[in-house]
């Protein structure tokens, strides 16, 4: 198919809006070859990934390995619920061994929400309580139970009402979390170790540590959402371990099926997988169809082994202070760029706002458009003039992520460096910007293929 067709199906099958907000944007490629940061399109361009899936793609693309797991494991039933997966078993023992604490017993599912649904399914039944404690401008999925713990209002508001006795608190406030906890009513506090959609936004040094103390102190279990942080990308195997954290839930997927395969997965203790579903009667309160088939576990199996073998959190941890290391070089010489944020290769870039006489004049539209849309303006250069692909963060849209695969080298990170400083020489603020953003949408609209 051609450009065009694909624009056709997905307009009149699958999601118009999206489809033509893509298309604004020039975000529609159609590309035919990927592997490891790279991706190509018809014409033979190379693009670096530098969105990396939202962190599922912590080993590139099409990693050799994994997709050699799935090959060898072809000729085996995929799907039989009537017996037991080896490799389902050998997969939950490897979580446990590279997990912190005594997380032991696992749940596989098919997505990070879907693992977050099990988490706080499993911690209402595990304490007897119903309310659960999140942070505002935190991102757990979209799912109704998930949803009901995404600190953001434009994507909970719609489906009113969500699930009752869910109370946010702000991120990184010990005093807002210990108040909450106070009651003694929440099931469980669930965080994540730095909260990816709202901006790439790290707790205060200790924050993590002391949360967990305040929840056992009140008997609320202590969910860790690791689904974008976990599997190297943040300089460790799992970001809690930068505090000593051990988290009585953890919630995993993203990178967990190597980038190829769908796999979503919870571990928590022996002791509260015991008190939740310990018992015949209760084997099967909560499953899933499809969590733990074979070729899954092959994948996740594989990644993991990769993860470890080529050490890439060290290497996330090195790459990401000298790309840091360099962005912040460039935060000093333009105005346009606000801050540098992250840990590991989990780094955000925030843009200043027009403010003064700009913003005054225009009654504090440029503000609101500059906050809504300069980091897709800025994803937009970055993905059009430079061949390289980022996005902004979800719940703050001024905000671009860079998240590339953790076997990213130094020479492609220059490259992402040198296109921004040429961005920056070119726009010092969001008018400039939108106006060449318009003039992409107007070559995208006469050069269709």
Known sequence: MDRQQVRDLHKNYLNASLATMLGLLDFDKPFVRAAG????????????????????????????????????????????????????????????????????????????AEAVEGALKLARIATGRSGVIYCRGSFHGKTMGALSVTGR????????????????????????????????????????????????????????AEARRLCRKYGTLFIADEIQTGFGRTGYLFACEGEGVEPDVMCLAKSLGGGIMPIGAYITTDEIWKKAYGSMEKALLHTSTFGGNTMACAAALAAIQVLREENLSAGSKEMGAYF???????????????????????????????????????????DKLSGEYMGSLVAGELLNNHHIITAYTLNNPNVIRLEP???????????????????????????????SGAKTFIRSLTHRE
């Open 405 to 435: 695969p953790l076997i990213v080298t130094r020479e492609q990170i220059d490259r992402v460096v040198a296109a921004l400083e040429e961005i920056f020489k070119r726009h010092r603020g969001f008018f400039s910007m939108a106006a």
């Open 153 to 208: 209002e434009k994507y909970q508001k719609p489906f009113a009402p969500l699930l009752p006795d869910c109370t946010p608190v702000p991120f990184g406030d010990l005093e807002a979390l210990d108040k909450a906890l106070q009651p003694r009513q929440a099931a469980a506090f669930i965080v994540e170790p730095i909260q990816g959609e709202g901006g790439i936004i790290l707790p205060p040094p200790g924050y993590l």
């Open 37 to 112: 940061v790279s991706v190509w399109d018809k014409n033979g361009n190379e693009y670096l990934d530098f969105l990396g899936a939202y962190g599922a793609l912590n080993l590139g693309h099409n990693h050799p390995a994994v997709l050699e797991a799935i090959e060898r494991v072809r000729h085996l039933p995929n799907l039989l619920q009537a017996s037991l997966n080896p490799l389902a078993g050998a997969l939950a023992h490897n979580l446990a061994r590279i997990t912190p604490g005594n997380l032991q017993r696992s749940f596989f599912c098919n997505s990070g």
């Open 324 to 366: 840091r290391q360099h962005l912040s070089s460039l935060k000093e010489k333009y105005p346009l760029l606000k801050d540098v944020r992250g840990r590991g290769l989990m780094i955000g870039l925030e843009f200043n706002q027009p403010g003064g006489l700009v913003s005054r004049a225009s009654l504090g539209l440029a």
